[in-house]
């Protein structure tokens, strides 16, 4: 297959605006989660949360944009700006360049926003851009738009597992003939409206230390902490004139779980193992996972049974560094990408922060208390999303 790039990144997470000031924050253990700021009539059902705070929407954006966009999209355009340009690609040929971006719940802050004009003020009082901001697919064609880019779009939402899925679909378009794809996900809905929404899962953390709210694998694991955020990149063809870049997207696979009661496992072994035979990746190669972490028992449980199934018990270094975010959905994926990437160029396996009481019942070899030495050529991303998608990305340095 085709050798498909990442070339240029951008971030947007709660502990930093930029690949290497979030990859210092993962190595020394700085967090980003905090108490919840958007409080409504009622206490928020998530004490905690990972909020981006430094990040100042008109010191990066023209004001012109500031009206019709949610927080997820200034996100998502500012990090796609930045990749674009750490690629050194000037869009000269739009039609050779797409737009392919991931997201969980569209634009909750800004529809709660027009939702509230609307029943206090009238419909009068409603924005325009109301029509599109809300959208899940406002993110690829804002991008799009500003750096006109008129090859391949489209938009994934399978929840936490979409910003794998979106990368993975860019990739076979840059496979297919496409100069350039920009590719990730973002996602932003810690506003009253946004958590109402989440609830339903019932694995939203109402731990209120930010030191032991968040726990994967460990024994008191009580559920996740949300957060916003993500990363977008660049996807281009390798073209063999020693273009510097983060490393390869090498394999990706998905499977969808059985209906909860059904009896049947999970289907996650599947979607690694695909993807481990669509990189050529022996499971000895894979220097560290980077996984899911939902967090919650019988979650934590599935996820360490299926490493074991492909590596063997407590066979591969396994890490959760989203424990220093939350959990950002569709930006989580993307964003661990990243981190697989600067964890091989570096040699290292990151932390997973303020674990410290690791099941023992689970097959699992969570890296803790600081970073190990990594010992191989490749990495394993994994994400699931709520309502029973899997997938999994193999990535190389």
Same mark, same amino acid.
């Given at each position: 297959?085709t050798?498909?790039?990442?070339t240029?990144a951008?971030v947007?997470?709660p502990n930093g605006l930029?690949?290497?000031?979030?990859?210092?924050?993962?190595l020394?253990?700085?967090?980003g989660?905090?108490?919840?700021?958007?409080?409504g009539p009622?206490?928020s059902?998530?004490?905690l949360?990972?909020?981006?705070?430094?990040?100042?929407?008109k010191?990066?954006?023209?004001g012109?944009?500031?009206?019709?966009?949610?927080?997820m999209t200034?996100?998502?355009?500012?990090?796609?700006g930045?990749?674009?340009?750490?690629s050194?690609?000037e869009?000269?040929?739009?039609l050779?360049?797409?737009?392919?971006?991931a997201?969980?719940?569209?634009g909750?802050?800004?529809?709660?926003?027009?939702?509230q004009h609307?029943?206090?003020?009238g419909?009068?009082h409603?924005?325009?851009?109301?029509?599109?901001?809300?959208f899940?697919?406002?993110?690829t064609?804002?991008?799009?738009i500003?750096?006109?880019?008129?090859?391949?779009?489209?938009?994934?939402?399978?929840?936490?597992?979409?910003?794998l899925d979106?990368?993975?679909h860019?990739?076979r378009?840059v496979?297919a003939?496409?100069?350039?794809?920009v590719?990730?996900g973002?996602?932003?809905s810690?506003?009253?409206y946004?958590? +109402?929404?989440q609830?339903?899962s *019932? %694995? !939203?953390?109402? &731990?209120s230390d =930010?030191?032991t709210a968040?726990?994967?694998f460990d024994?008191?694991?009580?559920?996740?902490?949300?957060g916003e955020?993500?990363?977008m990149?660049?996807?281009?063809?390798?073209d063999?004139q020693?273009r510097?870049?983060?490393?390869?997207?090498?394999?990706?696979?998905?499977?969808?779980?059985?209906?909860p009661?059904?009896?049947?496992?999970?289907?996650l072994?599947?979607a690694?193992?695909?993807a481990?035979?669509?990189?050529?990746?022996a499971?000895?190669?894979?220097?560290?996972?980077?996984?899911?972490a939902?967090?919650?028992?019988?979650?934590d449980?599935?996820?360490?049974?299926?490493?074991?199934?492909v590596?063997?018990?407590?066979?591969v270094?396994v890490? +959760?560094?989203?424990t220093?975010t *939350? %959990? !950002?959905y569709? &930006?989580?994926g =993307?964003?661990?990408?990243?981190?697989?990437?600067l964890?091989?160029?570096?040699?290292?396996v990151p932390?997973?922060a303020?674990?410290?009481?690791?099941?023992?019942?689970?097959?699992?070899?969570?890296v803790?208390?600081?970073?190990?030495?990594?010992?191989?050529?490749?990495a394993?991303?994994v994400?699931?999303?709520?309502g029973?998608?899997?997938s999994?990305?193999?990535?190389?340095?």
């Amino acid at each position: 297959m085709t050798d498909v790039m990442v070339t240029g990144a951008g971030v947007v997470a709660p502990n930093g605006l930029s690949p290497g000031d979030y990859w210092t924050a993962v190595l020394n253990g700085r967090s980003g989660i905090r108490p919840t700021t958007a409080t409504g009539p009622v206490a928020s059902p998530a004490p905690l949360s990972g909020q981006v705070d430094a990040f100042v929407a008109k010191e990066h954006l023209p004001g012109r944009l500031l009206p019709q966009t949610d927080p997820m999209t200034r996100y998502a355009l500012f990090a796609a700006g930045r990749a674009i340009e750490e690629s050194g690609v000037e869009p000269d040929a739009p039609l050779d360049m797409g737009v392919i971006t991931a997201s969980a719940s569209g634009g909750f802050d800004f529809g709660q926003r027009e939702l509230q004009h609307l029943w206090s003020e009238g419909p009068d009082h409603v924005s325009a851009y109301m029509s599109f901001a809300w959208f899940y697919a406002v993110n690829t064609g804002q991008i799009s738009i500003r750096h006109g880019l008129r090859g391949p779009v489209g938009v994934l939402v399978t929840e936490q597992a979409g910003g794998l899925d979106a990368v993975a679909h860019a990739r076979r378009k840059v496979v297919a003939g496409a100069r350039l794809m920009v590719t990730g996900g973002m996602d932003s809905s810690l506003c009253p409206y946004g958590l +109402a929404a989440q609830v339903r899962s *019932g %694995r !939203l953390s109402t &731990g209120s230390d =930010p030191a032991t709210a968040y726990l994967p694998f460990d024994r008191r694991a009580r559920g996740h902490v949300p957060g916003e955020g993500g990363a977008m990149f660049t996807l281009e063809e390798a073209d063999g004139q020693g273009r510097r870049g983060y490393g390869r997207i090498a394999g990706y696979g998905a499977s969808f779980d059985p209906p909860p009661g059904s009896g049947r496992p999970s289907t996650l072994v599947r979607a690694i193992e695909t993807a481990l035979s669509d990189a050529d990746v022996a499971p000895a190669d894979v220097a560290m996972v980077i996984a899911d972490a939902a967090a919650v028992p019988e979650l934590d449980v599935a996820e360490a049974e299926a490493l074991a199934a492909v590596f063997g018990p407590r066979g591969v270094p396994v890490t +959760a560094p989203k424990t220093l975010t *939350g %959990r !950002l959905y569709s &930006g989580a994926g =993307p964003l661990d990408i990243l981190t697989a990437l600067l964890a091989l160029r570096d040699g290292v396996v990151p932390p997973t922060a303020n674990v410290t009481d690791v099941d023992p019942e689970l097959p699992v070899d969570l890296v803790l208390g600081a970073p190990r030495p990594a010992s191989g050529t490749a990495a394993l991303v994994v994400a699931r999303g709520f309502g029973g998608f899997n997938s999994a990305m193999v990535v190389r340095a």
